[in-house]
């Protein structure tokens, strides 16, 4: 939901219609980089190299919230998912909740794990995005969603991006990413 807004109200809400609540527990703030905003991209690197440095005595996956509000938003979800891939295994929310449908829309296109898109198919581990551009994203597609919402929209190129949208209840994109065991 947007700002994690959540209570027993919104539970409530998507669980009527199906859906599962997915809150994230990192967030880069990239929104801030909004034109005339107060973040740089230097800082949402930080952000990341931060959590990339604590990952060797982390214990748990992630979920990384990520927007792809603006095209220095997604930029900057492209140029750290390499860096996050060499440390965690990214996933799209829906193979993290073991959801072999997440999907309630019958005839959309998604982005799949090997960049290759398929239509009309719904559910596997794939995750649409709502407005990445041809480079955008991280695992699945930009920005992750059983999430909270649903999305009828085109994928971009960038499949290797696990950000996926949860458009309709908000304009952001979570990456859900699981440390790899070495």
Not at 84 to 91: A, I, R
Request: with cysteine; glycine share 8%.
């Amino acid at each position: 939901p947007p700002y994690g807004d959540i209570d027993d109200r919104i539970r409530g809400l998507l669980w009527a219609m199906g859906y599962t609540s997915v809150i994230w527990d990192y967030d880069t703030n990239d929104w801030q980089m909004a034109p005339g905003g107060t973040r740089t991209m230097s800082e949402v690197d930080a952000a990341f190299a931060q959590w990339i440095a604590a990952a060797p005595t982390d214990k748990t996956g992630h979920m990384v919230l990520e927007h792809e509000l603006y095209q220095n938003t997604v930029d900057a979800a492209i140029a750290n998912l390499p860096k996050v891939q060499s440390t965690w295994k990214t996933m799209p929310v829906s193979a993290c909740m073991n959801d072999a449908h997440p999907y309630h829309e019958q005839n959309i296109t998604l982005a799949t794990m090997d960049g290759k898109s398929k239509t009309g198919v719904t559910g596997g581990n794939t995750t649409t995005s709502a407005s990445v551009s041809a480079s955008a994203s991280a695992t699945g597609s930009a920005g992750s969603s059983t999430a909270s919402g649903s999305a009828s929209h085109s994928t971009s190129d960038a499949a290797s991006v696990v950000l996926s949208s949860v458009t309709g209840l908000a304009a952001a994109a979570a990456v859900a990413f699981t440390q790899m065991l070495l």
